[in-house]
């Protein structure tokens, strides 16, 4: 299992950390908030110096009930970071968090990003997979009903899992006949599912490998785990942690985090429990 990131086979045999940068100023976690250049510029160096894979930068919150942010703004959000970015770490990879496909474009071919990670997997932009096939980089689609500010009314499913795996089927179907040949899946936890759903599907995550893609997973200080330690997203930590050796153990290729050092450890832990080379 390989992916082209700019021109170099990546392979997932060891899992891979992908650092958070939100540039949002309404993300749930008041803490990943960066907003300055002084700020972004931290940020960007703790991630890498702390051993992250991948830099992910979004300028649109997508958390539950977000607030709307038209493309003018979200781009102009990730211009001002992706400048200051690349300036600290010109040699990052970097995913753009964006359902819009013009913003795709404009990050990877102004400034050099390398995969997108699209939370709508197409629906919300009907342009996105042609344009992911023109600029043939890597393609994160994630499980999701409705938009940021609906998806929490989209929570009933007659048989979540096998809705899911049809969704994902469908869309990889797609991306392939439309000739996007680096496809990860995000089964899209926090999204369109209650906190109970959430870990029926951690539960059953080894049913995605049907796929034989790599798969991305993101619990970072969510709901799902504060509703169960009684925790706030400050405190979330610790169930972060666990929820990604755990699914470490099922078979994640891919953590995405704020917590970048904590993560790179549990890596490193599970790959000592394989017994794979550190």
């Known amino acids: 299992m390989t992916s082209n990131i700019k021109g170099q086979l990546t392979g997932f045999v060891s899992p891979k950390v992908m650092g958070i ?9 008041e803490k990943s908030r960066k907003q300055t250049e002084k700020e972004i510029a931290e940020r960007v160096v703790q991630i890498v110096e702390e051993g992250a894979d991948i830099i992910d930068i979004g300028g649109y919150s997508s958390r539950p009930s977000a607030a709307y942010v038209d493309e003018t703004e979200e781009m102009k959000r990730l211009k001002y970071g992706l400048e200051i ?3 600290e770490a010109p040699d990052a990879i970097v995913s753009v968090d964006t359902f819009r496909s ?3 474009c404009r990050c990877v071919e102004d400034f050099g990003v390398a995969i997108i990670n699209d939370i709508s997997a197409g629906a919300l932009d009907d342009r996105m997979f042609e344009t992911v096939a023109r600029l043939q980089v890597p393609y994160i689609a994630m499980h999701m009903q409705g938009s940021p500010q609906t998806m929490m009314e989209y929570t009933d499913y007659a048989n979540m899992m096998q809705e899911i795996l049809l969704y ?3 869309k990889v179907n797609r991306l392939h006949q439309t000739g996007v040949n680096d496809i990860w899946i995000d089964p899209g936890f926090g999204f369109s599912k209650t906190t109970a759903q959430n870990y029926m599907v951690l539960d059953k995550l080894e049913e995605f490998h049907i796929f034989g893609l790599p ?6 200080r969510k709901t799902m785990i504060r509703e169960v330690l009684a925790t706030s ?16 153990t099922k078979g994640a290729h891919i953590l995405r985090v704020h917590d970048v050092k904590e993560a790179v450890q549990t ?3 599970y790959k000592r429990i394989k017994n794979v080379n550190l």
């Open 21 to 29: 940068l939100n540039i949002t100023p309404d993300s749930f976690f």
């Open 85 to 87: 970015l690349f300036r």
């Open 102 to 104: 013009e913003i795709a």
């Open 168 to 170: 994902f089927a469908e």
């Open 215 to 220: 798969l991305l997973v993101g619990f970072s």
């Open 233 to 248: 997203p400050a405190e979330s930590l610790n169930g972060t942690t666990g929820l990604n050796m755990f699914a470490l």
């Open 267 to 269: 890596v490193r832990l």
